[in-house]
């Protein structure tokens, strides 16, 4: 009876949380799904191109902005959560930082991007009013990430939920007055979007700035802590910004538009995949980073066990019953039935390596190898690919986008076998001497 309660005791936590989040965060990805189905749909397929590319760029760019800073916040934090004044030290630290990065990375921003859609010949201007929306997009979700990395510290998952919950159905009622008011083009559905993500910015800083209530002062000490926990991951980091969207930036150069709404088309589905994707950093990370040694290895194979049968089970269903998901995307695209298994099915195991890397760097399994193997590996098959398959074909990018993730789920499955047999990388400045 005993061992019964406290099973009941240790379980009842965990299983509120998870249905906290499948009802906040599964109504949020519902309207986000919705608004970019609605999209491929509503726009006409050289309008769509523009909207895919501009968001297909903005993945990376925010990565590349942040290249994993706000990840360090809980591992550096770990039980301190009620210190409101470490925890400002180490933001204040950790938007110093990102500053600098903002101010080098955004001016190769501005070269870069005209250099990828130059095929598309779209004219300066147009050129000029995505960059704007880009580089707005770009600071705010690296804002967003900062603060909203101190609401998950501070365990107030329920604002983090409700700002992501109002800017979707925000987004997506204004989507509706657009339509209906035949205003709906690219630049329309995009400057929505932005919209949300200024707001979820917004709220994430004023809430984070209300629980802490103090003033934080940013310190060499911090900065170093923050860069040398996320310095080994730091190359994997900067690859996959680029990685993550190589189908579509290589349509870009050289597909047409119609490949390159196909691909931006096709990536929507991808978004099935981001709710069970968004469980990592809240419930995931936290839960195996304070999991007792002698409980991990059967938690980490049950997870892998879980998630791998549910991204078998959605592969295999894009292989038999395309139709189910290409109903969605509409007639338009109605014939991608090959390729919609191919993007289907790198989803799935981007997914479960994504799993395995949160998992994998929660427990300091974090080696300078196994990024490298990723990079190298990814970078031989996409010369290889290059030099001998036709890119400029939806076919050609997603087998390529498979093959590459395949790849990377192989190195990190070896990563969390070479963690258990090696142990966990050496302890990160855990003490910080606070002014």
Same mark, same amino acid.
């Given at each position: 009876?005993?061992?019964?309660?406290?099973?009941?005791?240790?379980?009842?936590?965990?299983?509120?949380?998870?249905?906290?989040?499948?009802?906040?965060?599964?109504?949020?990805?519902?309207?986000?799904?919705?608004?970019?189905?609605?999209?491929?749909?509503?726009?006409?397929?050289?309008?769509?191109?523009?909207?895919?590319?501009?968001?297909?760029?903005?993945?990376?760019?925010?990565?590349?902005?942040?290249?994993?800073?706000?990840?360090?916040?809980?591992?550096?934090?770990?039980?301190?959560?009620?210190?409101?004044?470490?925890?400002?030290?180490?933001?204040? +630290?950790?938007?110093?930082?990102?500053?600098?990065?903002?101010?080098?990375?955004?001016?190769?921003?501005?070269?870069?991007?005209?250099?990828?859609?130059?095929?598309?010949?779209?004219?300066?201007?147009?050129?000029?009013?995505?960059?704007?929306?880009?580089?707005?997009?770009?600071?705010?979700?690296?804002?967003?990430?900062?603060?909203?990395?101190?609401?998950?510290?501070?365990?107030?998952?329920?604002?983090?939920?409700?700002?992501?919950?109002?800017?979707?159905?925000?987004?997506?009622?204004?989507?509706?007055?657009?339509?209906?008011?035949?205003?709906?083009?690219?630049? +329309?559905?995009?400057?929505?979007?932005?919209?949300?993500?200024?707001?979820?910015?917004?709220?994430?800083?004023?809430?984070? =700035?209300?629980?802490?209530?103090?003033?934080?002062?940013?310190?060499?000490?911090?900065?170093?802590?923050?860069?040398?926990?996320?310095?080994?991951?730091?190359?994997?980091?900067?690859?996959?910004?680029? =990685?993550?969207?190589?189908?579509?930036?290589?349509?870009?150069?050289?597909?047409?538009?119609?490949?390159?709404?196909?691909?931006?088309?096709?990536?929507?589905?991808?978004?099935?995949?981001?709710?069970?994707a968004q469980m990592n950093p809240l419930l995931v990370e936290p839960y195996f980073a304070k999991l007792p040694q002698a409980r991990l290895k059967r938690n980490y194979l049950g997870l892998l066990a879980v998630e791998g049968a549910f991204c078998f089970l959605a592969s295999g269903l894009?292989?038999?019953?395309?139709?189910?998901?290409?109903?969605?995307?509409?007639?338009?695209? +109605?014939?991608?039935?090959?390729?919609?298994?191919?993007?289907?099915?790198?989803?799935?195991?981007?997914?479960?390596?994504?799993?395995?890397?949160?998992?994998?760097?929660?427990?300091?399994?974090?080696?300078?190898?196994?990024?490298?193997?990723?990079?190298?590996?990814?970078?031989?098959?996409?010369?290889?690919?290059?030099?001998?398959?036709?890119?400029?074909?939806?076919?050609?990018?997603?087998?390529?986008?498979?093959?590459?993730?395949?790849?990377?789920?192989?190195?990190?499955?070896?990563?969390?076998?070479?963690?258990?047999?090696?142990?966990?990388?050496?302890?990160?400045?855990? =003490?910080?001497?606070?002014?």
């Amino acid at each position: 009876m005993t061992q019964l309660h406290s099973r009941k005791a240790f379980l009842a936590p965990k299983l509120r949380q998870i249905v906290l989040f499948l009802r906040w965060q599964g109504i949020t990805m519902a309207g986000n799904l919705f608004y970019g189905f609605l999209c491929v749909r509503l726009l006409p397929i050289p309008e769509y191109a523009k909207f895919a590319v501009v968001f297909g760029f903005l993945g990376p760019l925010a990565v590349l902005m942040n290249i994993g800073f706000s990840n360090t916040l809980l591992p550096l934090i770990g039980e301190r959560i009620d210190d409101r004044q470490l925890i400002a030290d180490y933001v204040a +630290s950790l938007r110093q930082l990102a500053h600098w990065l903002y101010f080098v990375i955004a001016p190769a921003a501005v070269i870069v991007y005209p250099l990828l859609v130059h095929r598309q010949h779209w004219g300066w201007r147009t050129i000029a009013v995505m960059l704007a929306m880009l580089l707005v997009a770009a600071w705010c979700s690296r804002v967003a990430g900062a603060y909203g990395a101190v609401l998950i510290v501070r365990r107030d998952r329920a604002s983090w939920y409700r700002a992501q919950m109002v800017s979707s159905f925000g987004t997506l009622a204004l989507l509706g007055v657009v339509w209906a008011t035949h205003l709906l083009n690219a630049f +329309s559905a995009i400057f929505l979007n932005v919209a949300g993500i200024v707001y979820v910015a917004t709220a994430y800083y004023l809430r984070a =700035q209300r629980l802490l209530r103090v003033n934080g002062n940013p310190s060499p000490e911090m900065r170093k802590a923050i860069v040398h926990l996320s310095l080994p991951s730091m190359p994997n980091a900067i690859f996959y910004a680029l =990685q993550g969207q190589v189908s579509l930036l290589l349509i870009t150069v050289f597909g047409h538009l119609t490949a390159v709404a196909s691909v931006g088309a096709l990536s929507r589905l991808g978004q099935i995949f981001v709710l069970l994707a968004q469980m990592n950093p809240l419930l995931v990370e936290p839960y195996f980073a304070k999991l007792p040694q002698a409980r991990l290895k059967r938690n980490y194979l049950g997870l892998l066990a879980v998630e791998g049968a549910f991204c078998f089970l959605a592969s295999g269903l894009a292989a038999s019953f395309p139709q189910v998901y290409l109903w969605i995307l509409g007639p338009k695209y +109605s014939h991608l039935r090959t390729e919609v298994f191919l993007l289907v099915a790198a989803c799935s195991m981007s997914h479960l390596s994504g799993v395995l890397w949160i998992v994998n760097g929660s427990r300091r399994f974090v080696y300078w190898w196994n990024g490298m193997a990723v990079i190298v590996f990814t970078l031989a098959i996409e010369a290889l690919f290059i030099w001998k398959f036709d890119l400029s074909t939806v076919y050609g990018v997603l087998l390529l986008n498979l093959v590459t993730v395949a790849g990377a789920l192989a190195v990190n499955l070896l990563t969390g076998v070479f963690g258990f047999i090696q142990g966990p990388r050496g302890a990160v400045l855990h =003490q910080v001497t606070v002014p």
